[in-house]
C-alpha cells in the first residue's frame, strides 16, 4: 500500500476530505486521501474512510484510521479521548502506526494475524476475537474468518449501525477517472448501486461457506 499527497487521484474524493461528518448517534466518518493497494501486479487505487465511534464515557475508537494529521487528531480530540485504534481486516491498517506513534497510550486491536501479515510494523495490544466484544453493553463483534482476509464486523446497538469494510464494496463508476479500474469494478460486482463482496473477496470464503450460512441461519 502506498499514499502520495501530489500524485493526481484516480478516484473523485468524497469533498470534503478529513472532516468528520456525523451519520447516526455518536457516529461520524471520515472520508480520507487516496491508497494504492499492489495486488497481482496491478497498483489499484482505492478511497479511504474511518469510521469514529464514540462510547457511552465519551472514549473514541477509530475504526481503519484515516491518514493522520494534526488537525483532524484535534477535531476527534473535541468530541472525546482518542482511546482504541481498529484494524478491521488484514488490509485496513496503514495508517494505524502513525496514529499510535502520536497517542502512545490508545490501544490497538485488530484482527487475528495482522502481525504478521502488514507490509509495515504494527504493534498489536489486543486481537479481535468473535463474539468477544471489549465493549460488550455497546458494540456487537463477529469475526468472520476467511483464507486470505479475515473481516471483524462491528454492530453498534444504539445506533443500530454495522460497521463493515470490504466485505461489502459499492463502487459508484463515475467517480472513477480510469477505464481500465471501471472495468474491473464492474467484472467483480462491487458496482454500485448492487455492491457486494468482489468475486475475489467472495472466494476467500469459498472454503468456510457452508459453516458462515449455518451461523447467520441460511
Same mark, same amino acid.
Request: aromatic residues 10%; proline residues 8%.
Given at each position: ?9 484516480? &478516484? ?47 472514549? &473514541? ?66 486481537? &479481535? ?19 486470505? &482476509? ?69
Amino acid at each position: 500500500m502506498s499514499s502520495d499527497p501530489h500524485q493526481e487521484p484516480s &478516484l473523485e474524493p468524497y469533498a470534503p476530505v478529513n472532516v468528520l461528518k456525523p451519520v447516526a448517534p455518536d457516529i461520524w466518518i471520515v472520508d480520507g486521501s487516496e491508497i494504492t493497494l499492489v495486488s497481482i501486479g496491478l497498483k489499484l487505487p482505492f478511497t479511504t474512510r474511518m469510521t469514529v465511534i464514540r462510547l457511552s464515557g465519551g472514549d &473514541l475508537i477509530l475504526h481503519s484510521p484515516v491518514e493522520y494529521s494534526p488537525e483532524l487528531r484535534t477535531a476527534l480530540e473535541a468530541l472525546g479521548p482518542i482511546r482504541f485504534l481498529v484494524a478491521p481486516n488484514s488490509l485496513h491498517y496503514w495508517w494505524i502506526p502513525d496514529w499510535k506513534a502520536q497517542l502512545p497510550e490508545a490501544k490497538v486491536f485488530a484482527v487475528p494475524g495482522l502481525e504478521k501479515r502488514a507490509k509495515r510494523p504494527v504493534q498489536v495490544d489486543q486481537a &479481535l476475537m468473535d463474539r468477544q466484544s471489549s465493549w460488550p453493553d455497546e458494540i456487537d463483534l463477529l469475526v468472520i474468518k476467511g483464507d486470505v &482476509l479475515t473481516e471483524a464486523v462491528f454492530f453498534h446497538r444504539l445506533s443500530k449501525t454495522l460497521i463493515l469494510t470490504d466485505l461489502i464494496e459499492n463502487f459508484e463508476l463515475n467517480r472513477i477517472h480510469s477505464w481500465f479500474f471501471r472495468l474491473l469494478v464492474r467484472l467483480s460486482g462491487a458496482a454500485d448501486p448492487d455492491g457486494k463482496a468482489p468475486i475475489d473477496m467472495q472466494l476467500t470464503f469459498f472454503r468456510s461457506s457452508q459453516a458462515l450460512r449455518k451461523r447467520f441461519g441460511r
